[in-house]
């Protein structure tokens, strides 16, 4: 995601949900989401199928849902189903109770039904044409405004979509297409089908007057494009890219998990929201000149986020610094070294600057509400250079090894910080742990005052790196005397080293732009 506001049918499975939820009583296997969709209200009608494994003996379970309220909206429950039955249930404000009892380990189904007008997530408006539209943006935990769900990041499930809407609309979702149907009174049935394991985050739908392309057919996965009629002829070549792209991040991570890829124009409130096999832009994005890395971002978030999912918002950076360093990375190998080092020290500045205002790390368990607070240049462009300089500490052939054994590893399910670390530690052969503390579980970053001294006689430079923060860092700092490049290790408070060198003009400090840190130069 790239962030603009801050700065009755069920499928036999071939794989099994598994949720990550600590003291959870249910995994959700499977949800089948019916909805109407109309023209002449805001409200829709919802039947939701939702099959669940218990984890644990329960006489009751609660399932996420926002009931309607003195605003109007907010969706009001009429029935609960098991197996014909109806199934006794209550509503509070952000959650529905089925007074069900189930045995550990066994596997029941619930069907309910609904109707309201979604408060948020299911975002029901006008386009900048004049339009009307539908589009689901269920980041972070906004899915339950509108869809009966486990509304958190770690209980993945497929999913089902079955759309039933006026027939000028073209409805997209996750999966691929199984049905599209003419109903009477100009009605349209739209089926989207999705086998692979998605946190509800990245489950959604979208109906609006569309002009569709298919801009290419990457190893059996058709790359469409979906924008407003109005912007058919730029839209089609702005999102052109995303066929380059693809490709790209298949090669140096691993399979692309889902059957297509869809880049869509839409409402989104985000810049850019990383929908499994759908990816949502904002609709000025057409024609926009951040379109490139926008879509290397966005497409990077399928592997990480998507087909990886953190286990908690406190590890966002799993997701958005990972597609922080993607996007850079896809970038570098277009553009070249000098690229990477521009957007690196513009992406430095920005996570100095954050710091300055909101001193935490960038994993962040104090926030535990309002996870919007956590799209910032932590999450972004600090866990982006985190994934840089472990990639310098590592090398590339040792980087990349770890990278792909993690998606393979996690691929379908769910990762922490610890996750990531022991699988990198095991791939390059070394002990991570200080790395990982100092850069991600510690707030700030390396401030070092730099002096120099040179002594004709003795034709030596003498370097005095004073750490000026609390925490001390365990770093290798790169510097270039007249073109030659060196590298020390700073673990102290103060570092002096002595190089001895003929009449010195220049001395650079980090060239490479390969470090965290701000410098001061005495």
């Known amino acids: 995601m790239r962030n603009t506001l801050l700065y009755s049918f069920v499928f036999l499975l071939v794989a099994s949900a598994k949720a990550q939820s600590p003291n959870t009583a249910i995994d959700v296997q499977h949800y089948t989401f019916a909805i109407q969709l109309n023209d002449a209200n805001n409200s829709i009608s919802g039947q939701t199928t ?118 000028h609309y073209q409805v997209i979702g996750n999966g691929i297409k199984t049905e599209e149907e003419t109903l009477p009174k100009d009605q349209k049935l739209t089926h989207w089908h999705e086998i692979a394991l998605l946190p509800t985050k990245v489950m959604v739908i979208g109906a609006a007057d569309f002009a569709i392309d298919q801009s290419g057919d990457i190893n059996n996965i058709p790359v469409y494009t979906y924008v407003f009629p109005e912007n058919k002829v730029e839209g089609f070549k702005s999102y052109a890219v995303a066929a380059k792209i693809l490709p790209f991040f298949i090669n140096k991570i691993g399979p692309y998990a889902y059957k297509k890829l869809a880049n869509v124009q839409s409402k989104t409130i985000f810049g850019g929201m990383e929908n499994a096999g759908a990816i949502f832009y904002a609709e000025n994005s057409v024609g926009s000149q951040g379109i490139e890395e926008l879509m290397a971002h966005e497409i990077a978030h399928q592997w990480f986020g998507d087909a990886v999912s953190e286990k908690s918002f406190a590890h966002l950076w799993l997701s958005e610094g990972f597609a922080t360093f993607m996007a850079n990375y896809y970038l570098e190998n277009k553009y070249g070294a000098d690229s990477l080092k521009k957007r690196l020290s513009a992406q430095r500045e920005k996570v100095i600057g954050f710091e300055k205002g909101r001193l935490t790390p960038v994993v962040d368990t104090l926030v535990k509400a309002d996870y919007m607070q956590l799209l910032n240049a932590n999450s972004y462009e600090k866990g982006g250079w985190v994934l840089h300089m472990l990639r310098r500490k590592l090398g590339d052939d040792v980087f990349w090894k770890g990278i792909r054994a993690y998606f393979a590893k996690y691929n379908g399910s769910n990762a922490n910080t610890n996750d990531f670390k022991n699988v990198m530690a095991q791939a390059s052969g070394q002990n ?38 609390n925490n001390l860092y365990n770093v290798d700092l790169e510097y270039r005397i007249d073109g030659k490049l060196h590298t020390i290790p700073i673990s102290k408070k103060i570092t002096t080293i002595q190089i001895t060198v003929q009449n010195p003009t220049s001395l650079v400090v980090d060239p490479d732009v390969n470090l965290l840190a701000s410098f001061l130069i005495l």
């Open 50 to 167: 939702i099959a669940v494994k218990f984890l644990k003996d329960i006489n009751s379970f609660p399932i996420d849902l926002i009931k309607k309220n003195s605003t109007g909206k907010g969706m009001l429950v009429s029935s609960v189903i098991e197996n014909g039955k109806n199934i006794s249930f209550s509503q509070s404000d952000e959650t529905l109770t089925l007074s069900a009892a189930a045995k550990t380990n066994s596997e029941h189904s619930y069907t309910i039904t609904y109707s309201g007008v979604p408060a948020d997530g299911l975002i029901i408006s006008t386009n900048k044409f004049g339009h009307r539209t539908f589009f689901g943006d269920n980041w972070p935990n906004r899915a339950h405004n509108w869809l009966p769900c486990v509304d958190n990041p770690a209980d993945k499930a497929a999913v089902d979509f079955i759309v039933t809407a006026p027939a």
């Open 432 to 469: 991570l742990d200080v790395f990982f503390k100092q850069w991600l579980f510690t707030a700030g970053h390396p401030q070092l005052a730099i002096s120099h001294q040179y002594d004709s006689a003795k034709k030596t430079l003498t370097l005095r790196i004073d750490q000026q923060q």
